[in-house]
């Protein structure tokens, strides 16, 4: 890539790709071009400065963003050059463990459990240890998830125990490790902590695969956990070539691990580092960026930075106020429906984010009865529905015949008659001569606890499956699923379940997914398909394509943006959730969390609250978020009226909402008149308050009134009683 190619980057962009060599910390603001800049530099790297490809390593945490990264590299080189190894953190470890791992005891064709998987093979281990006083299994598998990401092992958990439900606990994360290397298997978790320990214990292998990032480059840095900020150090410490890429306002992982203080302290593991600020906000407008920028800069845990733009000032933020969670999604819901009406924007130009997943329901009913198309990030992802995991798991005992999770699944799916008990004499076997469980299931003729025919069934299934087996090395992995369909009777199975015509689907989509996996290379390659399901992400299903909107939660937005955006529930308990309150660090976190939404919006900018909201089944009273007063209202458009910051009171009324027309909000109807919206009203048990919403007709009436004392309440006017008072 020669110079002039760099005539699109702004200075400070430039300044970062031609940087030399040595320790680099890009502190990239919100839409400041960082996977520009970063693409960029690996460009310049390899067609400027002679890099060999095979020693430049960038790192990301999606998938899609590790493909966008290799789109742009490939852009800019064009096609003839080499490619580097763009990847994400648990791809590369899943790399290198497929070469590496025999030196944990583990063979090269483990497999990769998702989460429920992993706490199946859990709540085995817990059962089997009958441990006297045995923890919870979430809070057991929470705690093995945290050493894991802090690169605990599990004799160093059992060493700093300090109370007898951590010992328990760290007795039960030894017994399931040994359980996961029985079964040839690893966690999401395993990946990156069983790859330092293969860095720690081996320095003739770390060295190998230093080799493969004397220029290592890491995207969100800031959202790095311990064991991944272990891993960047081991891999860059022969070269010290090492660009990082982040920014600490956007650090909204810390529930899961990320560290926030790997990026603060960089300078100091790196005091030589060169530091770059890139300010200039691509994407969003100067009222969205400085409506962000007010909430930000209340945190502490920062570096100081003014992220400013070229771009139009834009619309002001709008800020409504519902009476309910229903008010709040028919107005999300009406004014999408009503910018797509004015030919200015489409469905999918709008994402609607929230804190929690259950405050998505409504969001959707509303939707609905709105027609908007949509569609929710974050449910059942593809590849764990059911049906799909059924045929996974033939090719996980295909790939790794020691899978007895999956082989478990296999043997049920169709019904064979093969139950637990049969199960658990093949467990036996392969226990007694040491053989996987898939060996083992062929051998079950000859053992008389196990009925004749029931032995059949199973050595029948065996025998196909061994055949496929030796077959699978040089057959493409669409061939094997065609293959183990029509062995298995999966599809006749499918086609007698009342919703078959879903299934089905299902079954054409996960072959045409196999297909065009088989597309990019050679037969031969089932286990790195294996990889490619078990590693796919959240932020995988987000797509502009489709015409549809998007809902997800906030945790969800990084790296998108939208031309409108809306996040809904800006309330004290919910945003900021009510688990952080105590803590200021979690305060913080939070108010990261609201900056990263604000700041995908392009052009326009909703935040929405109630004054009272049901969820898990209970109405309570809302009060305003923190964050709301943190952005100056010279910013702000109001669309209801505002309420004081008061402390919660007793719950309000939980009768049943009562659905309405944006006309019948407008009117009177006598005899019922005094109550119009905004009146003063008496009540002979609630004392005063103020009449915030009509809905309904007649003898069916109802109002929404705001009471001093008790809060808010919906009355039935012909029952209430109300009287009209002075202001």
């Known amino acids: 890539m020669s110079s002039t190619g760099l005539d699109n980057l702004n200075p400070e962009q430039r300044a970062a790709v031609l940087a030399p060599d040595g320790p680099i910390l890009i502190l990239a603001g919100a839409g400041s071009g960082k996977t520009r800049v970063l693409t960029y530099r690996i460009a310049h790297l390899l067609g400027e400065r002679n890099a060999d490809p095979q020693g430049v390593l960038a790192v990301t945490f999606t998938n899609k963003a590790a493909a966008e990264m290799r789109d742009r590299i490939g852009a800019l080189l064009g096609p003839a050059a080499r490619a580097p190894w763009v990847s994400t953190f648990h791809s590369m470890c899943a790399r290198i463990l497929r070469q590496e791992c025999g030196a944990l005891g583990f063979d090269r064709n483990f497999s990769i459990l998702d989460e429920s998987d992993s706490i199946a093979v859990l709540r085995g281990v817990i059962e089997e240890a009958t441990l006297a006083d045995a923890p919870p299994l979430e809070l057991v598998r929470a705690r093995i998830e945290q050493c894991k990401n802090e690169a605990i092992s599990p004799a160093a958990m059992a060493t700093s125990a300090a109370s007898g439900r951590e010992t328990a606990i760290a007795t039960l994360y030894r017994l399931y490790q040994e359980r996961m290397r029985a079964i040839n298997a690893m966690d999401f978790a395993d990946l990156q902590m069983q790859v330092w320990m293969l860095f720690e214990q081996n320095r003739e292998l770390l060295a190998r695969w230093q080799a493969h990032a004397d220029h290592l480059l890491v995207d969100e840095y800031q959202d790095t956990n311990h064991?991944?900020?272990?891993?960047?150090?081991?891999?860059?410490?022969?070269?010290?070539?090492?660009?990082?890429?982040?920014?600490?306002?956007?650090?909204?992982?810390?529930?899961?691990?990320?560290?926030?203080?790997?990026?603060?302290?960089?300078?100091?593991?790196?005091?030589?580092?060169?530091?770059?600020?890139?300010?200039?906000?691509?994407?969003?407008?100067?009222?969205?960026?400085?409506?962000?920028?007010?909430?930000?800069?209340?945190?502490?845990?920062?570096?100081?930075?003014?992220?400013?733009?070229?771009n139009e000032t834009g619309e002001p933020v709008v800020y409504y106020t519902g009476m309910t969670e229903r008010d709040e999604a028919d107005f999300i819901a009406r004014e999408v429906a009503r910018l797509v009406a004015s030919d200015?924007?489409?469905?999918?130009?709008?994402?609607?984010?929230?804190?929690?997943?259950?405050?998505?329901?409504?969001?959707?009913?509303?939707?609905?009865?709105?027609?908007?198309?949509?569609?929710?990030?974050?449910?059942?992802?593809?590849?764990?529905?059911?049906?799909?995991?059924?045929?996974?798991?033939?090719?996980?005992?295909?790939?790794?015949?020691?899978?007895?999770?999956?082989?478990?699944?296999?043997?049920?799916?169709?019904?064979?008659?093969?139950?637990?008990?049969?199960?658990?004499?093949?467990?036996?076997?392969?226990?007694?001569?040491?053989?996987?469980?898939?060996?083992?299931?062929?051998?079950?003729?000859?053992?008389?606890?196990?009925?004749?025919?029931?032995?059949?069934?199973?050595?029948?299934?065996?025998?196909?499956?061994?055949?496929?087996?030796?077959?699978?090395?040089?057959?493409?992995?669409?061939?094997?699923?065609?293959?183990?369909?029509?062995?298995?009777?999966?599809?006749?199975?499918?086609?007698?379940?009342?919703?078959?015509?879903?299934?089905?689907?299902?079954?054409?989509?996960?072959?045409?997914?196999?297909?065009?996996?088989?597309?990019?290379?050679?037969?031969?390659?089932?286990?790195?398909?294996?990889?490619?399901?078990?590693?796919?992400?959240?932020?995988?299903?987000?797509?502009?394509?489709?015409?549809?909107?998007?809902?997800?939660?906030?945790?969800?937005?990084?790296?998108?943006?939208?031309?409108a955006v809306f996040i809904a529930g800006m309330e004290e308990g919910l945003f900021p959730h009510s688990r952080s309150q105590d803590s200021s660090d979690e305060i913080e976190e939070e108010r990261r969390l609201c900056y990263v939404g604000m700041t995908r919006a392009r052009r326009l900018l909703y935040l929405s609250n109630t004054f009272s909201?049901?969820?898990?089944?209970?109405?309570?009273?809302?009060?305003?978020?923190?964050?709301?007063?943190?952005?100056?209202?010279?910013?702000?458009?109001?669309?209801?009226?505002?309420?004081?910051?008061?402390?919660?009171?007793?719950?309000?009324?939980?009768?049943?909402?009562?659905?309405?027309?944006?006309?019948?909000?407008?009117?009177?109807?006598?005899?019922?008149?005094?109550?119009?919206?905004?009146?003063?009203?008496?009540?002979?048990?609630?004392?005063?308050?103020?009449?915030?919403?009509?809905?309904?007709?007649?003898?069916?009436?109802?109002?929404?009134?705001?009471?001093?004392?008790?809060?808010?309440?919906?009355?039935?006017?012909?029952?209430?009683?109300?009287?009209?008072?002075?202001?």
């Not at 890429?245 to 302290?265: F, T």
């Not at 689907?505 to 050679?522: H, I, P, R, S, V």
Request: glycine share 6%; hydrophobic share 40%; with cysteine.
């Open 227 to 310: 064991v991944q900020y272990l891993l960047v150090r081991a891999l860059s410490a022969r070269s010290a070539n090492l660009c990082v890429v982040g920014d600490e306002d956007q650090s909204i992982y810390r529930w899961r691990g990320a560290d926030i203080r790997n990026i603060l302290a960089f300078e100091n593991d790196f005091p030589d580092a060169t530091i770059f600020k890139l300010e200039q906000n691509y994407r969003s407008t100067k009222v969205i960026l400085a409506a962000a920028g007010g909430v930000i800069r209340n945190n502490t845990e920062r570096k100081e930075k003014t992220l400013w733009t070229e």
């Open 344 to 563: 200015a924007f489409k469905p999918a130009d709008f994402v609607v984010f929230y804190r929690v997943n259950a405050q998505s329901r409504v969001i959707e009913e509303a939707l609905v009865r709105r027609r908007v198309p949509y569609y929710v990030v974050g449910g059942v992802r593809f590849y764990e529905q059911r049906d799909v995991k059924d045929l996974l798991a033939y090719l996980r005992v295909l790939a790794n015949p020691a899978d007895s999770v999956s082989l478990e699944r296999m043997a049920g799916t169709p019904p064979r008659g093969i139950g637990a008990k049969t199960l658990e004499v093949v467990g036996e076997i392969a226990a007694r001569e040491r053989i996987p469980w898939f060996e083992a299931l062929g051998r079950l003729e000859t053992e008389s606890r196990v009925a004749l025919r029931i032995a059949k069934t199973a050595g029948a299934l065996y025998g196909w499956m061994r055949e496929l087996s030796a077959n699978a090395p040089n057959m493409p992995v669409q061939s094997i699923i065609s293959t183990i369909v029509s062995y298995s009777g999966f599809e006749a199975y499918l086609e007698s379940l009342p919703d078959a015509t879903a299934r089905k689907q299902n079954l054409a989509e996960m072959l045409a997914a196999a297909a065009a996996f088989d597309a990019e290379g050679e037969p031969g390659r089932l286990a790195d398909f294996l990889d490619r399901v078990a590693l796919v992400s959240d932020a995988d299903q987000i797509s502009s394509e489709g015409g549809r909107a998007a809902l997800m939660t906030l945790h969800t937005s990084k790296g998108l943006e939208y031309p």
């Open 613 to 727: 909201r049901e969820l898990y089944g209970v109405r309570q009273e809302s009060r305003p978020s923190r964050f709301l007063g943190e952005i100056d209202s010279a910013l702000l458009r109001r669309v209801a009226p505002e309420r004081p910051h008061t402390r919660p009171r007793e719950a309000a009324s939980r009768e049943p909402y009562v659905d309405y027309s944006d006309g019948q909000l407008e009117c009177g109807d006598e005899p019922h008149e005094v109550v119009a919206v905004g009146a003063r009203v008496m009540h002979s048990t609630f004392g005063r308050g103020i009449v915030r919403r009509r809905e309904g007709r007649g003898d069916a009436a109802k109002a929404w009134v705001d009471f001093d004392r008790a809060g808010l309440k919906l009355l039935v006017l012909r029952f209430a009683n109300l009287k009209p008072i002075a202001d």
